[in-house]
């Protein structure tokens, strides 16, 4: 009996190897947790000096956080809309046709529609104006956590992949390719990247930065899909994929020189959209921290995020690792 258990045990491991290296690497989230940290790193030192102090003394916090809205998408229902808008739900001419305000947007499509579709720009205005409130208060723990999230947003907007339904190529055959574009490519090619992007300047109006933003993306859309098909049908397949360790296990994923020719072809929009993602997150900041009355934040330079703030992030991190909500929408 012992002997069959162990021959039994020794298959199990066995199976479970073999499985393991045919599973593909996990979709990535937006921008990867690289991309994103790396966008409010980056976006502290675009500031102007009354403002780059405050944001220095917490540049770790601000960058570890900025992957916070990923990990929420599993656990709170509300949070995945907010991350990307679905513009070509609504037809071809869908930017004449859409209303930037929200309200006006409502009327004519209802929440319940706007939701289903994703709200990203509206969102990053919300979170202007709740960041603008922080600064008015100073209170440091909201300060920090809108900062740090309004980063992941306003980087969301700059994929093209956030703006539309095809948004894993899974319409067009090409399952894979949300993760390929902005995780892949940043984390392999992103430490050449040129991150000096000028200083932030005030924005009249976020929200409609934020649309000029999911417009740019949309306008990239084509490229990014039609650029790797092409490839794709060049390209022998044991030569598209690779395999990595990714800690005890052999992950599949996008091999290096598929990657490298897709970067190639791409022509640095890749680098482009995350230079971009960097300046418009300092300018939110900037414009934020100026509607509040340009607050001296010297004098928060020296607090610390509080201990009910901690205990916050420290539930919602553990309801990431177990939570597990089906996320609707842009299924990473």
Not at 92 to 121: C, H, M, N
Request: charged share 25%; with cysteine.
């Amino acid at each position: 009996m012992m002997k069959k258990l162990k021959r039994l045990s020794g298959l199990i491991l066995l199976l479970t190897a073999a499985w393991l290296l045919l599973v593909p690497a996990p979709e990535a989230e937006s921008w990867g947790f690289w991309g994103h940290r790396r966008i409010n790193r980056m976006a502290v030192f675009t500031l102007p000096p009354e403002m780059v102090g405050f944001y220095k003394k917490h540049i770790e916090y601000i960058t570890e956080h900025a992957v916070d809205p990923d990990k929420r998408r599993y656990a709170v229902p509300e949070e995945a809309p907010r991350h990307y808008i679905d513009i070509d739900h609504y037809g071809k001419f869908a930017f004449d046709s859409v209303p930037r305000f929200w309200k006006k947007a409502v009327a004519k499509y209802t929440e319940d529609t706007l939701q289903a579709y994703g709200i990203v720009p509206w969102w990053i205005d919300v979170m202007t104006y709740r960041l603008t409130e922080a600064f008015r208060e100073g209170n440091v723990d909201k300060i920090l956590q809108y900062s740090a999230e309004i980063g992941h947003y306003v980087g969301d907007a700059h994929v093209p992949l956030h703006t539309t339904e095809n948004y894993n190529g899974q319409l067009t055959n090409q399952h894979g390719i949300h993760g390929f574009w902005e995780s892949r490519i940043p984390e392999l090619y992103g430490e050449s990247y040129d991150y000096f992007v000028g200083r932030a300047r005030y924005l009249e109006s976020p929200l409609n930065s934020a649309w000029d933003w999911v417009y740019a993306s949309h306008q990239s859309l084509d490229s990014v899909l039609f650029l790797e098909a092409q490839l794709n049908a060049s390209t022998p397949p044991d030569r598209k994929y690779a395999y990595e360790s990714r800690g005890a296990t052999n992950m599949r994923v996008y091999s290096e020189e598929y990657s490298r020719a897709y970067s190639t072809v791409l022509n640095g929009m890749v680098e482009r959209r995350l230079r971009s993602s960097i300046y418009f997150t300092g300018c939110i900041w900037y414009t934020a921290w100026v509607n509040a009355g340009q607050p001296d934040l010297r004098k928060l330079e020296d607090k610390e995020v509080s201990d009910s703030m901690k205990r916050k992030q420290a539930e919602e991190e553990y309801l990431w690792k177990n939570g597990k909500l089906k996320v609707k929408g842009h299924e990473d």
